[in-house]
């Protein structure tokens, strides 16, 4: 069974930082295109970074690049977003996600899921 478990989500200040993490197990977390997604109360699911098995491709969305970062440790299985410059916008549960192939955008392309983690940032 596969089970992605997030954390280090909070309530910080605009222009704070963040490192959430993903921890997987349950089935090869190395060969797995890893996604991290966000989702404010009443709006949709929207992407914010991916990275490749290997980390040597990565995707941000327009909104957060050049402020988060997306990692990953294939010996703790373990997927990080560093989120610098944080604004009230950014407010959101996020969750990662893993796919068995490439880097991609769309939420319905993942196949596995964690439950999230809320961040709130205040102005």
């Known amino acids: 069974q596969v089970q992605l478990v997030e954390s280090g989500g909070g309530l910080v200040q605009a222009g704070d930082s963040l490192r959430l993490s993903c921890a997987a197990s349950g089935r090869t977390f190395s060969t797995d295109t890893m996604g991290w997604f966000r989702q404010a109360p009443g709006k949709e699911r929207e992407f914010v970074a991916a990275v490749s098995w290997s980390g040597g491709n990565t995707g941000y969305a327009d909104s957060v690049k050049g402020r988060f970062t997306i990692s990953r440790d294939n010996a703790k299985s373990t997927v990080y977003l560093q989120m610098n410059s944080l604004k009230p916008e950014d407010t959101a549960v996020y969750l990662c996600?893993?796919?068995?192939?490439?880097?991609?955008?769309?939420?319905?392309?993942?196949?596995?899921w964690g439950q999230g983690t809320q961040v709130t940032v205040s102005s």
């Open positions: 996600a893993a796919r068995p192939f490439g880097l991609a955008t769309q939420s319905s392309f993942y196949n596995y």
